[in-house]
């Protein structure tokens, strides 16, 4: 990713002038950690996690990947004390310079009708698609999230 640099008193000018370039009114989310869940067996729907951090105010509002036949974006909710996930219709709110995780158990990535298995070692495509900044491109990998797989740590 590049990063352009301007130096302070070049954008008081540019605020002062109130003629900002248009790019810098787009966000620039970043993406780390995606990991996608293998698909349990005999089933085509499955979690993907990650971490985002948007520049400014933004939102994710939807996803793609060629590996499903639909990707949405789910909030986990307790209903009659049940677990429930539910499509963020709205998408999810990205407050400006704050790491939004996605994580199991919260928020995440569901993407259904797989039609060929997740392996631990695959690669997901995923395009982010924003309210503001242009789309992300990420390659998941398939695994286990980090937080599932704590039971494993300190077996050095
Ligand atoms: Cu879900």
Not at 35 to 40: A, D, E, I, M, S
Not at 51 to 66: C, E, F, K, N, Q
Not at 96 to 111: D, K, R
Request: aromatic share 2%; proline share 8%; charged share 15%.
């Amino acid at each position: 990713m590049k990063r352009i640099l301007i130096p302070a008193s070049l954008a008081l000018l540019l605020t002062a002038c109130g003629q900002q370039p248009a790019e810098g009114e787009l966000s620039v989310v970043s993406a780390a950690d995606a990991v996608c869940r293998p698909t349990p067996n005999g089933r085509q729907a499955t979690g993907c996690y990650l971490t985002l951090t948007a520049s400014r105010d933004d939102r994710l509002v939807s996803v793609t990947s060629p590996v499903s036949g639909l990707a949405q974006v789910h909030e986990m909710k307790v209903e009659s004390n049940m677990m429930m996930m539910r499509e963020l219709t709205d998408g999810l709110p990205l407050p400006a310079g704050s790491a939004v995780a996605l994580a199991p158990g919260g928020n995440h990535i569901m993407l259904m009708g797989v039609a060929n298995p997740l392996v631990a070692g695959d690669t997901v495509p995923l395009t982010l698609t924003f309210a503001n900044a242009r789309p992300v491109e990420i390659v998941a990998r398939v695994g286990q999230p980090a937080l599932a797989t704590s039971e494993h740590s300190g077996g050095h």
